[in-house]
């Protein structure tokens, strides 16, 4: 099926043991925001928002960055450094480029992906 049937893209990233200096600070988390909207051909709509809340394992940075095809937000968790991670437009993107992008600021120890598309 063609990318023209789809109504969008999916892509989610459950990542374990992270870059703790990464996960934990805040600029570094908006730099990946930002170099991603950059690597995947998107349009940033506004800034990247960042808020760090949540309770015991569950606190840290969430991030979400809109984009003119929808949006990206991810949570990482300050105790564990695990980040959880979606991505989502109704324009193509290279799932390769996300990973590699990902990759690069988290360098995570596990890493699971998965790429779904979405249509009603």
């Known amino acids: 099926m063609s990318n023209n049937h789809f109504w969008g893209f999916h892509t989610l990233i459950d990542a374990a043991d992270c870059l703790r200096s990464a996960v934990t600070n805040p600029d570094t988390i908006a730099a990946f925001c930002k170099e991603l ?8 709509y506004g800034e990247p928002q960042l808020v ?13 960055q809109l984009i003119s095809t929808s949006n990206f937000m991810m949570h990482a968790c300050d105790s564990t450094g695990d980040i959880y991670f979606d991505c989502f437009s109704c324009k193509p993107y290279d799932v390769t480029t996300v990973e590699q992008v990902f990759r690069k600021y988290f360098a995570p120890q596990r890493i699971r992906i998965n790429y779904i598309t979405r249509q009603a």
């Open 37 to 44: 909207v950059v690597a995947i051909d998107m349009v940033a």
């Open 52 to 64: 760090h809340f949540g309770e015991d394992n569950k606190a840290g940075w969430t991030a979400i």
